[in-house]
């Protein structure tokens, strides 16, 4: 047999050009990138993967879970006593608080009858409890243990026991990605408790919150408390959020810059609430079709 | 000698079996799995692991393999779709690209080879994200790359240790 005709060795197949290929991908993962962060229309992708992913994520959990569980097991008796004793001195002094919290609610129901007011609703939760940190460096986001199988659905508000910790933004059916406060692109529409000034509030770097486009002789504190406004039909009104750390009011700026702290324990792991879904709040009025009203008779009479 | 000696062809290696590739590679993206919050320093392992094999062996380990391992990475670590892929992509392009002349060197030099392909893959991803409007994650992210690029020692000696074979001395043996 003569060697002419024969292909030639897989040695030489090499496929596309590097560089062809290189173009080909960097598109790919391009045009992923903006229907990702434009879009979103991957999230069924990452939920299909993320499921297949689940007991691999959760095998590689196991080492940091015994380490937890083996320190938690070596801690002294000193610190579980202390923190006991903690715990007891706290109940007590909840307890004036919680003994009244059902008398007042109940005459808050009838005060709200009264004046034919519609009653608060009722807040239902679901305990979590806190797995790890994503890995993304970018965000600050947690990972907890109760997901679309617990009956989680986006948008739910968390919670822990001082104050608000960050919202659902991502279910898988096993555990679920809240996006904490701090994230820088978190917003929450707070008030101050002092002043009853609305506002909203935005994560900052390094752990802090900022309240933006507050004007520089806004009546706003250090120590204030901010608390959930509620306008946004997402937060329950009233719940803690962030305590006013720092307010710089520099003549040079048309706003002042208002570093606040956390007071949920942002950092930290361990139990949270995932609180059910609020109702939705009622239609917004539309004004678009007011303010378009005039607009269309100067044209009209611009044609005449 | 003629032949200026060089860590490639100082002993003669077994073939790779491409089962070991896919090994080390799953071995790495377990390792990266592992919550450990944002510790500073932490090696990524999937890209210290792709430039290894895209170095060692372009003909098998490609932008494919890349594509691939970034789209898993993206879903395990919540990020943005397209982000990892994109920052393995251009590492592995350039490991390939760059393997010939990075063999040549010993070890040492090829680490130093390595650190910058990996402050870029970091570079390329800081610069995706911020383009989307995230937060700077701060210098001590580029820590990685630094820890990986001291890892590239150890890491050529157990991914290569499937491919040694035993020494036998020949004094009559050309090689």
Known sequence: ?304 | MAIQPTHSSRRILLPVKQWFILFSLAAAFFLDLIPLGHAVGVPDWVALVLAFWSVREPQRVGMGTAFVAGLLMDVASGSVMGQHPLAYLLLAYAGGGLSRRILWFPLAQQALHVLPLLLATQLVMVATRMAGGADFPGWGYFLGSFSGALLWFPLTFVLLLPQYQPVERDENRPI
């Not at chain 1, 960050?166 to 555990?175: I, K, S």
């Not at chain 1, 504190?221 to 901010?226: A, S």
């Open chain 1, 1 to 304: 047999m003569s060697v002419v005709g024969h292909p030639p060795p897989p040695f030489f197949k090499r496929g596309p050009a590097p560089l062809a290929r290189l173009a080909f991908f960097v598109i790919l993962s391009l045009a992923l990138l903006v229907f990702d962060l434009k879009y979103r229309t991957l999230e069924w992708v990452r939920q299909g993967v993320a499921v297949a992913l689940y007991p691999l994520q959760r095998a590689a959990y196991t080492p940091v879970d015994l380490y937890e569980q083996v320190g938690a097991y070596f801690s002294r008796l000193g610190a579980v006593q202390q923190e006991n004793a903690e715990l007891k001195r706290k109940e007590l002094e909840s307890a004036n608080w919680l003994l009244r919290q059902q008398h007042l609610e109940l005459e808050n129901q009838r005060l709200r009858e009264l004046l034919d007011m519609r009653a608060r609703q009722p807040v239902s939760g679901t305990l979590a409890e806190i797995l790890y940190t994503a890995r993304d460096p970018f965000s600050r986001r947690v990972i907890v243990d109760k997901g679309g199988q617990h009956g989680i659905a986006g948008g739910q508000a968390v919670v822990d026991e001082s104050g608000v910790l960050g919202q659902v933004t991502r279910v898988f059916p096993l555990q679920s990605e809240v996006t904490l406060v701090t994230d820088k692109n978190q917003a929450v529409p707070v008030k101050i408790l002092r002043s009853g000034l609305r506002t909203v509030l935005f994560g900052a770097s390094g752990g802090q919150l900022e309240l933006r486009f507050l004007a520089a002789n806004a009546d706003v504190q250090p120590g204030d408390l901010l608390v959930t406004s509620g306008l946004d039909g997402v937060y329950q009104p009233g719940l803690p959020v962030a305590r006013v750390a720092r307010v710089d009011r520099d003549a040079a700026y048309s706003f002042a810059r208002i570093l606040c702290e956390p007071v949920a324990g942002v950092e930290k792991h361990g139990q949270v609430l995932i609180l059910g879904a609020r109702e939705p709040l009622p239609p917004q009025v539309e004004e678009t079709e007011a303010r378009d009203k005039p607009l269309k008779g100067r044209r009209a009479r611009k044609k005449e």
